[in-house]
């Protein structure tokens, strides 16, 4: 089983930056495709960025040169790099785990907020 937890959101100005992080407990956490989704108040989840396994990355149409995803593996821990802020990227974060067949874990959120 695996556990996650998000870290790293707050109130940031538009054009700001913010780092979220994801710690993973449990093992396994090499083998695991991680992402970031966000969902903001009145709309559906959505995939912001996802990383696979072996590093390789993609990205909703909306955050693609703002945003970036990394892993270290090392810290069990996935990252989120967030630049240039809009309001629109207002919501709540959540971190997600999968791989293969098995169960799909999340995190319980970070709540981001881009406002001056």
């Known amino acids: 089983q695996v556990q996650l937890v998000e870290s790293g959101g707050g109130l940031v100005q538009p054009g700001g930056s913010l780092r979220l992080s994801c710690a993973a407990s449990?093992?396994?956490?090499?083998?695991?495709?991680m992402g970031w989704y966000r969902q903001a108040p009145g709309k559906q989840r959505e995939l912001v960025a996802g990383?696979?396994?072996?590093?390789?990355?993609n990205y909703a149409d909306s955050v693609k040169g703002r945003f970036t995803i990394s892993r270290d593996n090392a810290k069990n821990t996935v990252y989120l790099r967030m630049n240039r802020l809009k309001p629109e990227d207002t919501a709540v974060y959540y971190c997600?785990?999968?791989?293969?067949?098995?169960?799909?874990?999340w995190g319980q959120g970070t709540k981001v907020t881009v406002s001056s």
């Open positions: 990383i696979t396994s072996g590093g390789s990355t």
């Open positions: 449990g093992s396994g956490f090499s083998i695991y495709a």
């Open positions: 997600r785990a999968a791989m293969g067949s098995y169960p799909v874990y």
